[in-house]
């Protein structure tokens, strides 16, 4: 499970959990609304992997065959398409390590055709993966790949023509929200600018960020593409899949690459990623005679590779674990769960959920929840689906801390490590509660906002707390989970508040 990624699944010995506060295992004691980032594996998900591991290795001296590898990995592929519910456009689908292993993928395949200078122009770039601006530029975003080979992050991976990197913040210098109209406005100047200087644009859309923001708007791209015709490739950051099914139908339909991962809304294991195409691009490249960067066979096996990439590879090392396949794996079992609840009844647990997180926040009046412009043009702008599309499922607030307006993000970076950590025996839980010291309380990394603002913290509702409300024997769904999940979160808040008095105290 820690296999077949970067440094970010290596798990540190003494306390268990990767850099992302993860276990490899299920970590039932934990209380957990980390999905906006991480979340250890369910129970579920890690007998899900079990039975695949176990059917690939009934004899524990044999060696997979390559061609059954290949099938697993074509399986699953499907098997995702069919669960999304856009198997009938028929994507392509390239299943990754990770989300941004897929925004490099993405970026040597539009890449790689192409005969201009490129420039990827990323909108919500403060609120992306640390390693975007790595990954859309063609560079090692890590010192180990995909498939174990170190390497030196930062440098260009071997085969990627240079691609220049433009970066559009969602806040200011001011570490001010821009509001929607403003980032369709700088984003239109960057694509126009750089189209006019001859430069093909990767235009990185953001649907959902880190704080549950999307920009810029469809009408936007609409125009540029209709200004700039194939100038212009738009890749749909959709790491967090916190969006509807419509929605991501409605991207491929309009021919943009779609990013997604199992791991984050659906709590699939850290981490999972694939980047999804639209079928004219597959046509297009189960016939071209392009060649993808020789430097991906640091990043892909061969047996990952979908045959419509197959004429376009340079050479693939033979797969050395499968490690993303088992992850996958969890994470579609997490998805095949989420989706058996009827859709008008996750709507309601959903809101149900939504509406007890608010109540539980008003109740700790240091935790201020932060709203952003373009947060709300997410939940309009798209507008096609419902359910993830139309309602916010990261809550991303701040921590007031007396004498500082808010914990400054060192402070706040603290706090979220002691958090998610049993502190019976730390001077920090001598005088907590004893079920507030014992209990280890998993959420996502803290935002730095820049600008004196501090840090969002953030507390998500992932898939793992609807499906939960789902009897699998009888298939009755009783909210009466969601009360459960909520007394967790309120020893989540409560721990926050008490560390977050004590670290303001030793400021
Ligand atoms: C919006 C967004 N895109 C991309 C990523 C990168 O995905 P991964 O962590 O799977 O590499 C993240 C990570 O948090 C993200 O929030």
Redesign the pocket.
């Known amino acids: 499970m820690t296999l077949g990624g970067d440094a970010r699944l290596i798990v540190d010995p003494e306390s268990g959990l990767n850099r992302y506060g993860c276990s490899p295992m299920p970590r039932d004691e934990a209380f957990s609304f980390a999905s ?3 979340t250890s594996i369910s129970r579920h998900g890690y007998e899900a992997a079990c039975r695949l591991h176990d059917c690939l290795f009934q004899d524990e001296t044999e060696r997979i065959a390559e061609d059954r590898l290949h099938d697993v990995t074509s399986h699953l592929a499907s098997t995702l398409t069919r669960t999304l519910q856009i198997d009938t456009r028929k994507p392509g689908v390239l299943l990754s390590a ?4 897929s ?1 490099m993928h993405a970026t040597a395949i539009v890449a790689c055709s192409e005969r201009s200078p490129l420039v990827s122009v990323v909108c919500g770039s403060d ?3 640390s ?2 601006p790595y990954s859309v530029t063609g560079r090692h975003f890590d010192g180990v790949t995909a498939v174990g080979h170190i390497v030196e992050k930062g440098t260009r991976i071997q085969g990627f023509p240079e691609i220049q990197y433009l970066g559009v913040p969602f806040r200011d210098d001011r570490g001010r929200n821009k509001s929607p109209e403003e980032l369709d406005q700088e984003v239109r100047q960057a694509v126009a600018h750089s189209v006019h200087r001859g430069y093909v644009v990767l235009l990185h859309l ?1 649907d ?3 704080l549950g923001c999307m920009a810029p708007s469809l009408n936007l791209v609409d125009e540029l593409r209709q200004r700039f015709g194939d100038a212009v490739q738009v890749i749909v ?1 959709a ?2 899949l916190r969006l509807d099914m419509e929605d991501l139908a409605t991207h491929l339909d309009r021919n943009h690459i779609v990013l997604i ?1 199992g ?2 809304f659906f709590t699939g294991p850290p ?1 999972s ?1 694939a980047s999804l195409y639209p079928s004219s691009m597959v046509e297009r490249w189960s016939r071209t005679n392009h060649r993808l960067p020789s430097g991906l066979s640091n990043y892909l096996d061969r047996c990952t590779l979908p045959d419509w990439l197959a004429r376009a590879t340079p050479p693939l090392p033979a797969p050395a674990d499968i490690g993303m396949r088992l992850r996958w794996t969890a994470a579609l079992e997490e998805m095949s769960r989420y989706f058996a609840i009827p859709r008008s009844e996750r709507i309601r647990l959903l809101d149900d959920f939504g509406l007890r997180i608010k109540r539980i926040l008003d109740e700790y009046p240091e935790l201020q929840p932060i709203q952003s412009p373009h947060q709300r043009s997410a939940i309009n702008n798209n507008g096609q689906g419902p359910e993830l599309s139309s309602r916010p499922t990261l809550i991303p607030f701040r921590i007031a801390a007396p004498g500082h307006d808010t914990l400054p993000p060192e402070q706040a970076g603290a706090l979220y490590q002691l958090l998610n950590q049993e502190l019976t025996q730390h001077s920090m839980g001598r005088h907590m509660p004893h079920d507030l010291s014992s209990r280890a309380c998993h959420i996502g990394q803290p935002v730095p906002l820049g600008n004196g603002l501090g840090a969002a913290m953030r507390i998500s509702i992932g898939a793992r707390i609807i499906a939960g409300c789902r009897d699998p024997e009888t298939s009755i769904v009783d909210s009466g989970f969601l009360k459960v999940e909520e007394e967790k979160l309120r020893t989540v808040c409560s721990k926050i508040q008490f560390l977050a008095r004590a670290i303001t105290r030793s400021i």
């Open positions: 906006s980032t991480a990770s989300g941004t292993d925004q609120e992306t993966g390693g975007t953001m959902q960020s880190k950051d790491c967090q991962t791991s984050k981490f990623g």
